[in-house]
């Protein structure tokens, strides 16, 4: 019964947003995104076996010093999580828009990479009527939905980012872009939370018509730049060098407590 609602939510919210030749181009800019993950993969691995033969190379010639051999260990090691790391993000990916594939079939949000981070983004002109911050019922269902998935991935926190197009608004709500969009994405948030997602997992920020996606020279343009982008936070822990990092900034820390004693 639930699904059935659910499909008639769906349908009733989203029928008629994209043509089917709009849905091809998102499944192809999808797969190609894909494919671009795994071309970095490959890359990689290339890199890892360059630095293998080059190891090897190394250990015969008696002359080179041992920290010649340790610097090569270390780089080599360093491959190897990233290799790990562009594997995990890659199935990861994957997941997301497996998790996401009906609504994006019917044309109501988006799974993509953006800067190297994985966003779910959905139009404003779904969520909320012109000019306000309130999201309408069927905004507030489909932020329901896409909560219950991202809640069910273990282990991953999200940005609320709130992005309009470059008209300007000046109303005593909403003096410019900046608090249209701020509004939107903390209402997006106080939703997700109400749906049950932990506070601590996620958070909101605003930026107003700074970061469109499409130009802003057409009508189509300008509804795509209108949207809510729920980024997945980069856990940085699992990068190489975090920890190095991690202690530099601890040393700086002790070194500005000790400055303002």
Same mark, same amino acid.
């Not at 181009?25 to 970095?40: G, L, P, R, S």
């Not at 780089?75 to 995990?88: I, V």
């Not at 997006?188 to 970061?211: C, E, L, N, Q």
């Not at 729920?230 to 407590?257: C, F, H, R, W």
């Given at each position: 019964? &639930? ?16 043509? *089917? ?20 993969? *490959? ?36 491959? &190897? ?17 497996? &998790? ?9 949000? *988006? ?114 730049? &209108? ?9 940085? *822990? ?24």
């Amino acid at each position: 019964m &639930r699904n059935v609602i659910l499909g008639l939510v769906v349908v009733a919210l989203f029928s008629g947003c994209v043509s *089917s030749s709009k849905h091809r181009a998102e499944v192809d800019k999808k797969n190609e995104e894909i494919q671009k993950e795994k071309e970095a993969l *490959s890359a990689l691995s290339k890199e890892k076996s360059q630095l293998e033969e080059k190891l090897i190379s190394v250990t015969k010639d008696r002359g080179q010093l041992k920290s010649s051999l340790d610097e090569m260990k270390q780089a080599m090691e360093e491959m &190897r999580q990233r290799q790990a790391e562009q594997r995990k993000r890659l199935r990861e990916f994957e997941d997301l828009t497996a &998790r996401f594939k009906k609504l994006t079939d019917a044309g109501a949000l *988006s799974v993509k990479i953006v800067d190297g981070k994985m966003v779910v983004s959905l139009g404003s002109d779904v969520l909320f009527p012109s000019g306000s911050a309130k999201l309408s019922a069927a905004g507030l269902e489909a932020v329901k939905e896409v909560t219950t998935q991202l809640q069910a991935i273990t282990g991953k926190t999200y940005q609320v980012e709130g992005h309009t197009d470059n008209l300007p608004i000046a109303t005593a709500a909403f003096p410019s872009n900046w608090e249209l969009a701020s509004a939107r994405a903390l209402n997006v948030t106080r939703a997700m939370i109400d749906a049950g997602m932990p506070a601590t997992r996620v958070s909101a920020a605003s930026f107003a018509d700074t970061h469109p996606v499409q130009s802003n020279d057409s009508a189509e343009g300008k509804a795509a730049n &209108r949207r809510i982008a729920i980024v997945v936070v980069p856990d940085l *822990s699992t990068m190489p060098g975090y920890e190095e990092l991690n202690k530099v900034g601890a040393q700086q820390a002790t070194a500005q407590v000790k400055e303002n004693q």
